[in-house]
T-cell receptor
């Protein structure tokens, strides 16, 4: 596609519910990143994929967070047993290049609200 | 100390003025530096990147980098109301992009 596509655009989850957020990067982009952006803050790194390999997951806040990119294109970020502190916008970004970055293209994000 | 520091603002300038946005970073090994613009409720969009010390100009935007001082800035000339947004500074090193909290800019007509 022309841009990075994320779905759903908005998600309201009851505390304790599991959620799955989808990211469809720009075709051919090797690198894929997930970020979490709380209100009034900059994006915080969660995890990074190079093709299907998850090379860095150091930003995942707990073992309730899990990400995958099994075929090196679409990625899913899963949050188990959601908590109120998980409420944020989850941004996916992709980059054509591996290694040195020339900047990312972000998707529109998924706004998650845990009630 | 945060890895990427920005003045949260709000920074208010009149239309036609120069807006100056500043950013400092802590990692001396940082390789490249980015400015993203984020409108309220929207995702960040890349407007400038710079790798080398000095100035880089693109239209009304100029990025300035001083690695010795660990300082990067963005100048917006002839500011327009449509420039009103939050500007995020991002610093990259080894597949790790770190963002500042952003500076909110308001350009008043």
């Amino acid at each position: 596609g022309a841009g990075v596509s994320q779905s759903p655009r908005y998600k309201v989850a009851k505390r304790g519910q599991d959620v799955a957020l989808r990211c469809d990067p720009i075709s051919g982009h090797v690198s894929l990143f997930w970020y979490q952006q709380a209100l009034g803050q900059g994006p915080e790194f969660l995890t990074y994929f190079q093709n299907e390999a998850q090379l860095d997951k150091s930003g995942l806040p707990s073992d309730r967070f899990f990400a995958e990119r099994p075929e090196g294109s679409v990625s899913t970020l899963k949050i188990q047993r959601t908590q109120q502190e998980d409420s944020a916008v989850y941004l996916c970004a992709s980059s054509l290049y591996e290694g040195l970055s020339y900047g990312y293209t972000f998707g529109s994000g998924t706004r998650l609200t845990v009630v | 100390q945060k890895e990427v520091e920005q003045n949260s603002g709000p920074l208010s300038v009149p239309e036609g003025a120069i807006a100056s946005l500043n950013c400092t970073y802590s990692d001396r090994g940082s390789q490249s530096f980015f400015w993203y613009r984020q409108y309220s409720g929207k995702s960040p969009e890349l407007i400038m990147f710079i790798y080398s010390n000095g100035d880089k100009e693109d239209g009304r935007f100029t990025a300035q980098l001083n690695k010795a001082s660990q300082y990067v800035s963005l100048l917006i000339r002839d500011s327009q109301p449509s420039d009103s947004a939050t500007y995020l500074c991002a610093v990259y090193n080894n597949n790790d992009m770190r963002f500042g909290a952003g500076t909110r800019l308001t350009v008043k007509p």
